[in-house]
């Protein structure tokens, strides 16, 4: 039995804000000095009041639709997102009373950008145990609430948005393989250190972020994982068909890339309209390449995320 994705959708707020408009609303940059260090050029920024579960319903609406499933047949919802509307109930359980399904489980994934990858992981297992039949799995963030407008080195490079799939239980592959680490004494290097105490936000609510730090262990990390991955399916990575890496910065994809021995022609980018959207990333690059019509049934994808924990990790499907 494979989990197999049904269905994908994703939903962007508002329209793209560029590199200049940023300038224009008080931030000391330059779209050169963006497109160059980071290959960004817009991303989406929510609106005051939309919220992740928000973004996530209108995803999930595409994703069910797409996948001719409707969401009372759903058994599992897993939204991965580090910004959740509320600390709690879980932004699934929102999600859920928005879709109004009733008794499916429903939880959240805290895995920062590795989010969506984690998420899938999940509900393979669920999906291959038996126990579970139809999962729908979503990215969802607002990452503009917990950006330092103030700070030009990290407020460029994130944007809001969502992405969801519909896996279905299926004698057809499916999610062939699945690979998924941590590393928690890399937490300091990009972190929202603050917290909610006694009706005080307490230490720091902004994301702040060693980008070079970063940079080097998110090259390294997304080469061993995918190659791990094709190990665990073996498969080569000549044999991926698609590779859609964590939307962070193309300098890191492109590193990645090059290391796996996948041409770009290959390789799905939109961090260049989405900025970095976190755990929506990879779902939104996959539904913008299955849209659009790169991706094919039948073809290899080797999805992969990399975020703060520091966590990164794999999932490589036949579509
Ligand atoms: N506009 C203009 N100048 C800027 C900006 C900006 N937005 N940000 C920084 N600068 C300046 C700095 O102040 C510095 O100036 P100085 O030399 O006068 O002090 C100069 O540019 C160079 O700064 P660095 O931080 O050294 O720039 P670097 O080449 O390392 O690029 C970047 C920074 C783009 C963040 C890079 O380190 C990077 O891409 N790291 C990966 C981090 C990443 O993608 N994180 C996303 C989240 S993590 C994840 O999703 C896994």
Redesign the pocket.
């Known amino acids: 039995m494979f989990a197999r994705i049904a269905g994908v959708g994703s939903y962007l707020p508002g329209l793209p804000v560029s590199n200049d408009e940023l300038a224009r609303r008080g931030?000391?940059?330059?779209d050169e000095?963006?497109v160059t260090?980071?290959g960004i050029r817009t991303r989406h920024l929510a609106e005051a009041g939309t919220t992740s579960s928000d973004m996530a319903f209108e995803a999930s609406c595409r994703a069910l639709e797409s996948a001719g499933v409707k969401a009372d047949e759903l058994d599992l919802i897993i939204v991965a997102t580090s910004t959740p509307d509320y600390i709690f109930p879980s932004t699934a359980c929102l999600l859920q009373g928005k879709l109004g399904n009733v008794g499916a489980m429903a939880f959240d994934v805290q895995a920062?950008?590795s989010g969506f990858v984690y998420a899938l992981n999940v509900a393979d297992k669920y999906i291959r145990s038996g126990s579970h039949k139809k999962a729908l799995v979503v990215g969802a963030e607002v990452f503009s609430r917990i950006l330092d407008w103030k700070d030009?080195?990290?407020?460029?490079?994130?944007g809001d948005g969502a992405g969801a799939v519909v896996l279905e239980a299926s004698e057809t592959p499916g999610i062939l393989a699945t690979a998924a680490h941590a590393d928690g004494s890399q937490n300091g290097i990009?972190s929202v250190p603050g917290q909610v105490c006694g009706g005080q936000v307490t230490g720091d609510p902004f994301l702040r972020?060693d980008?070079?730090a970063?940079?080097k262990f998110?090259v390294r990390v997304l080469f061993d994982v995918a190659k791990e991955c094709c190990d665990n399916a073996g498969l080569a990575t000549s044999d991926v068909d698609w590779l859609i890496p964590?939307q962070?910065?193309i300098?890191?994809i492109e590193s990645t890339a090059k290391k796996l021995g996948i041409p770009m022609s290959n390789v799905v980018v939109t961090v260049d309209q989405h900025g970095?959207t976190?755990a929506a990333?990879v779902p939104l690059a996959l539904d913008a390449a299955i849209r659009d019509g790169r991706i094919q049934r039948g073809q290899k994808i080797m999805l992969e995320g990399?975020?703060?924990g520091f966590t990164w990790g794999a999932v490589l499907l036949q579509f």
């Open positions: 931030v000391d940059t330059t000095w963006i260090r980071t920062v950008c030009r080195t990290t407020c460029v490079l994130f990009l972020m980008g070079q970063v940079f998110a964590h962070a910065n300098r890191i970095n976190s990333s990399v975020g703060g």
